[in-house]
């Protein structure tokens, strides 16, 4: 029989107390005065047998709202996408799940090629050189990009579009805070960084200017136009990116940013509440040395037999960390993989179609708003999101929504204090026409 956990019983109790040489458990707090220690009662339920405890723990968990029996059109950095059904196959091979950090090549050359082909697939979707083995997620991702500009450039100011994700750059502020970083933000001019204010903000004390493409809005960023605006005060141009939009959109390397970050979220990782997720980092060449967290290199042995390598590490926590140039020791190598097999499994032309489907539904359903009467704000070019306005609380709206099996979109007055009563709303692939019609029916029943 399996079981999920095994109870301690007396005599396991009682040998346990032998081979430390104690007679009682009491003993073990000898050395805790009397009069310090608890002797009432703790108020927690009573122990239940594992059926029982089952049984509450499942209906606890039936009390959420999930993706297999509710709708979903939120978005707002975690998105509802398909994930083929070889990702969960993958990372349950033992091989996997249990793997951590690859120090010895000669017996993690699954891990290793795993997070070598992970790389090259970030690489190839920005356009950028040099890709690392993962971030935390992308905010931390999006910090870290920053203290790699500030410290590559030894200046002191980071600028940040408030376009970025609110959460994004609130780790942003609290990275800087320990660095003795100024970080300044740029308003936005219909849903798009202000290029007057940035051309105003930047100059020879900036190490890096900051912007989401899409950003947070959904909307697409000029990069052409900021890129020349950073890189004339010589200036680091960190563009943070949702992966998947790059198979539609001109990767930020063609438009010369220095370093490309996001959340590889989309690619095989469900919308879990907050997590964990995988951060990507990736850099022009001329950064490689200060990339933060591990790459890995592809050579061959002396027998002329392809390998993978742990390689440039003098960056790590692990040697010589008086040299580091992040405090990351870790990576999210189980959802690196989830990423590179969602990507293997769509192929180039999947995640083509996968990202055209989400720009081609979303511009349904804003079309579908205007003609229902809603005033769609920051109308222009965007992705997979975008903005409309409320005659009431978002909140009090999604609160109806879910009533009627339908996650509402983001309420974008708790980030924006000017942008009450307005929603955020997200559609990707996974939505149906008929899913999108309903929504918006119900929305202009409400609206009414």
Known sequence: MKHRYLPMTEQDKTAMLETIGVSTVD???SDIPEKVRFKGEYNIKAAKSETALMKELFKLANQNADLKQNVSFLGAGVYDHYIPV???????????????????PEISQGE?????????????????????????????????AAMLSAGHTRRK????SAAVHPEYRDV????????????????????????????????????????Q?????????????????????????????????????????????????????????????????????????????????????????????????????AREQHIRRDKATSNIC???????????????????????????????????????????GFEVVYDGYGYNEFVIKLNKPVKKVNQQLLQKGMIGGYDLGRDYPDLANHMLIAVTEQRTKEEIDTFVKELGDMHV
């Open 27 to 29: 003993e073990l707090f």
């Open 86 to 104: 070889i990702v969960d196959h993958v990372l349950s091979r033992s091989e996997f799940y249990t793997a951590y950090t690859p120090y010895q």
């Open 112 to 144: 290793l090629q795993a997070i070598f082909e992970f790389q090259t697939m970030i690489c190839e979707l920005t356009g950028m050189e040099v890709a690392n083995s993962s971030m935390y997620d992308g905010g931390t991702a999006l910090a870290e």
């Open 157 to 160: 100011t980071i600028v940040v």
């Open 172 to 211: 942003l502020k609290t990275y800087a805070k320990g660095q003795y970083l100024d970080v300044v933000e740029i308003p936005v001019d219909n849903g798009i960084t202000d290029i007057s204010a940035l051309k105003e903000a930047v100059n020879k004390d900036v190490a890096a200017v900051i912007v």
């Open 213 to 313: 493409y899409p950003n947070f809005f959904g909307r697409i960023e000029p990069l052409q136009e900021l890129e020349a605006v950073v890189h004339e005060q010589k200036a680091m141009f960190v563009v943070s990116s949702n992966p998947l939009s790059l198979g539609v959109l001109t990767p930020p390397g063609k438009f010369g940013a220095d370093i490309v970050v996001g959340d590889a979220q989309v690619f095989g990782i469900p919308t879990q509440f907050g997590g964990p997720h995988c951060g990507y980092f990736a850099v022009t060449n001329k950064l490689m040395r200060k990339v933060p967290g591990r790459l890995v290199g592809q050579t061959t042995d002396d027998e002329g037999r392809r390998g993978f390598v742990l390689t440039l590490q």
């Open 330 to 372: 870790s990576n999210q190598a189980l959802n690196a993989l989830a990423a590179s097999v969602a990507m293997t499994a769509l192929g180039k032309n999947g995640v083509r179609e996968m990202a055209a489907a989400n720009l081609q539904k979303a511009n349904y359903a804003k079309n579908l708003f205007k003609a229902a």
